[in-house]
Each structure stands twice: as structure tokens, then as C-alpha cells.
């Protein structure tokens, strides 16, 4: 035999069916949070990621680019110096060769001496070569720092992927706090919400002992009710049996009824009359109170009205949750328990409001033998009797055309009664 639950189990039972739901709500809701913040990080993460190599892509060659800038300005300005000493040095020889020719026609020895070389080669060192191997040692230092720009892009990358997964983790550790406190609110009701379950209990519980009380003290009464009646039975029997004349309720001498057997007689004939009287009357009564009944009834079908209708069905509505942002509607489940399911929730009737024709003559006579049949039956009234009843209360409201005259709208041929002969 399997063991009866306790006030506590069952309480537990009925608060769990009412918080488990909550939590879990609230566990998908995370579930669904942290889905959601995980995809946008990870789509954030291919994005920096993507960014950072496609800058770093693009600034390859960037140091070598800068190196040859410099190293073509450098170039330029040693051909411009270049230029600039060749003609400082023809220029310069020209004047010398002159000199030397004059000389020689006034028959002197002496030479002059050109300095265009070494003056060419003064001007070539300070406007080419100097500047020119600056330029080209300042783009080889700019060039190698251009040339780690690919490295520090992927580096501020790496950095701000830091940076995120940091973030990331502080939103989701917030995040946790957030449906963490939720589930203490929702756990915080246990107390309370037990409780009240274990109050329902012990009222019902003593309800049920107050109702098997009177039970037992209604059939206790019944007992002792039965135990008088019986010894009365005893009584009146061993009373009769004291005299022969109790036996045979007879008078030996005159051969007739002795007079306690003839008042016996006579107040049982007078007690069987009078129950004949009452059933009579109660039978008049309540075939006058059932008439008018009735009749009282096909007014309110006849008047304009109308009748309500099921037309459907709507899941039951138990209570609402808020969730974040969200409100979370549950529903009461078939069998038990709560739901956010409508199509899995227990549902109740919708009625709509319908006219009540009169044309339904056949139907409302129907109707209205099965009234009286429910209340007449008993008090022998045979089914003729209640049609008859039926016609007489229906005939003050429908003319025969109505009843028997045409088709109306609403009865099929089906429903036609033929006027009794």
C-alpha cells in the first residue's frame, strides 16, 4: 500500500508547481541573454580582427615606399650638385686655358694654374653628396618605422580584443547577478506561498473531520430512531398477543370486531384516507405549481430575447510574470500545474448570445413535455397526459397555422407533429 504524502509534501508539491515554472523562465531568459551577447561578441571579435589585418595589409611596403622617397630626393640633389659643379669647373678651366694663351703671346713662361676641380668638387660635396646621404639616412630610419606599422596595427588589435574580452566578461558577470536576483525574489516566496498551502490543508483537513463527524452523529440518531421504533413494534405485538382477542380480533360472543380491534380499524382506515388526501392535494398542488411553471417558462422562451450559446473556447489565464522587459503570461495546465503554452493550457467555455425565435414551435414543445415529465412522472401521470398538458399551455400562444399550417423558417419536415385527432 503506497504511503499517504504528509501536509509538507504536499504543500511543497503545490509551491513547486507554481515557482519551478518561474525558474525556469527566468533560466531560458538567461540562456537566451547570454546567447545573444556571446553571438555580438563574436561578430565584434571578427570585425576587429578583420579590421586589424586589413589595415596591417595595406600599410605593407609602406617603410620601403617612404625608404625610396628619400633615397630619389637624395638622387635629385646630387645631379642638381653635379650640374652645378661641371659648370663651375668648365667655367673656371675656360678662364685658366684664356690666361694661359696671353701669356704665351707676350712670350712669358708662366702658367696659370685652373682650380675648377677642387672648387667642383667643393660645391658637389656641400650641395649633393652632403645633403644627399642625409636624406638617404633619414629614409632608411623613417623607412624602418614605416615598415612596423603592419605590427602596430595588429597590435592595437590584439589590444582592443583585450579590451572586449574584459568588457564581455564584466557584462556577463553582471548579467549573472541580474537573473541571480530574480531567482532570489521568486525563491523568496517559498515561505510564504508554503504557508498558505499548509493553512488551505488544515482548513480542508478539518472540514473533511467536521463533515465525517456529522455523519456519524446523523446515522447514530438514525440508530436510535430505528431501536424506539422497533421496541414500540415489540410492544404493540406482545400487548396484542396478551389476549385471544388481540389474536383473532374477534369477540367470541358476539362474533364481530372487539372494540380496540374496530378503533384500531377505524384509525388506520381514517390514517390510509387521510395520506390518499394529502397525496391527492400534494398532487394538485404540484401539478398547479408545475403548470404554471411551465407556462411561465415558454413566456421567457417567447418573449424577444435571447439564449446563450458556447461558441468556443479560451485557454485560463493564471497570472502574469514580469521577466526584464518582458511579460511572461501563464496559463492554468490541464491536469495541473502552470504553463506559458496557451494550446498546452486548460481552457474554458465561450458563449455568445443568440435570438430565440418563436417559430421554433416543435422544439419548445419538446422541451417543454420533458419539463413537465420531470416533474408530474412521479405522481403517476402517464406521457399522454403530460402532451396533453403541453398542448393546452402551448395552445394560448401559437394559432394551428403556427404550429401545423406551414414549414417555418429554422424546422426541417422532420420536426412536424401532426395535429392529434
Keep these: 500500500m503506497a504511503r499517504s504524502q504528509t501536509a509538507q509534501e504536499v504543500a511543497d508539491q503545490r509551491v513547486n508547481a507554481v515557482i519551478n515554472p518561474q525558474l525556469e523562465a527566468i533560466q531560458r531568459a538567461q540562456a537566451e541573454a547570454d546567447a545573444r551577447a556571446a553571438a555580438a561578441w563574436q561578430r565584434q571579435q571578427e570585425a576587429i580582427a578583420g579590421y586589424s589585418q586589413a589595415a596591417a595589409q595595406m600599410l605593407q611596403g609602406t617603410g620601403q615606399q617612404v625608404q625610396q622617397g628619400y633615397a630619389d630626393a637624395g638622387q635629385r640633389t646630387a645631379n642638381y650638385a653635379k650640374g652645378f659643379s661641371i659648370g663651375f669647373n668648365s667655367a673656371v678651366s675656360g678662364n685658366a686655358d684664356e690666361a694661359n694663351r696671353l701669356l704665351a703671346m707676350n712670350g712669358s713662361g708662366q702658367t696659370v694654374q685652373s682650380a675648377g676641380s677642387p ?28 615598415s612596423m606599422l603592419p605590427s602596430t596595427q595588429l597590435g592595437y588589435g590584439s589590444q582592443r580584443l583585450a579590451q572586449g574580452q574584459q568588457q564581455f566578461a564584466t557584462d556577463a558577470e553582471a548579467r549573472r547577478q541580474q537573473y541571480e536576483d530574480m531567482r532570489r525574489d521568486v525563491l523568496g516566496t517559498r515561505g510564504q506561498l508554503t504557508s498558505q498551502e499548509l493553512q488551505r490543508i488544515r482548513e480542508n483537513n478539518r472540514a473533511k473531520l467536521a463533515f465525517a463527524e456529522q455523519k456519524r452523529a446523523a446515522r447514530a ?3 436510535i430512531q430505528q431501536e424506539s421504533v422497533d421496541r414500540q413494534a415489540d410492544y404493540l405485538e406482545n400487548t396484542l398477543r396478551a389476549t385471544g382477542a388481540s389474536i383473532t380480533g374477534i369477540d367470541p360472543l358476539t362474533g364481530l370486531p372487539t372494540a380496540s380491534t374496530q378503533r384500531t380499524l377505524t384509525a388506520a382506515q381514517q390514517k390510509r384516507q387521510a395520506a390518499r388526501q394529502k397525496a391527492v392535494a400534494k398532487k394538485n398542488d404540484q401539478t398547479v405549481s408545475a403548470i404554471a411553471d411551465a407556462t411561465d417558462w415558454v413566456e421567457s422562451q417567447l418573449k424577444p430575447g435571447s439564449r446563450q450559446v458556447q461558441s468556443g473556447a479560451v485557454p485560463v489565464k493564471a497570472y502574469t510574470r514580469k521577466v526584464g522587459k518582458t511579460t511572461v503570461q501563464y496559463y492554468a495546465k490541464k491536469g495541473g500545474g502552470y504553463t506559458t503554452d496557451p494550446d498546452k493550457a486548460a481552457t474554458k467555455p465561450v458563449y455568445e448570445t443568440q435570438p430565440i425565435p418563436k417559430t421554433q414551435y416543435t422544439r419548445l414543445r419538446r422541451q417543454l413535455v420533458s419539463r413537465l415529465n ?15 398538458m403541453a398542448d393546452e399551455i402551448l395552445n394560448d400562444y401559437y394559432s394551428y397555422e403556427e404550429k401545423y399550417g406551414k414549414q417555418v423558417r429554422g ?11
Design 374 to 388: 420531470g416533474q408530474l412522472r412521479r405522481f403517476g401521470y402517464k406521457p399522454a397526459a403530460i402532451s396533453s
Design 119 to 146: 672648387g667642383a668638387d667643393v660645391i658637389y660635396g656641400l650641395g649633393g653628396f652632403i645633403p644627399a646621404s642625409s636624406l638617404e639616412r633619414e629614409g632608411a630610419a623613417f623607412g624602418a618605422a614605416a
Design 221 to 223: 440518531n438514525e440508530r
Design 411 to 421: 424546422e426541417s419536415a422532420g420536426d412536424k407533429v401532426p395535429p392529434r385527432g
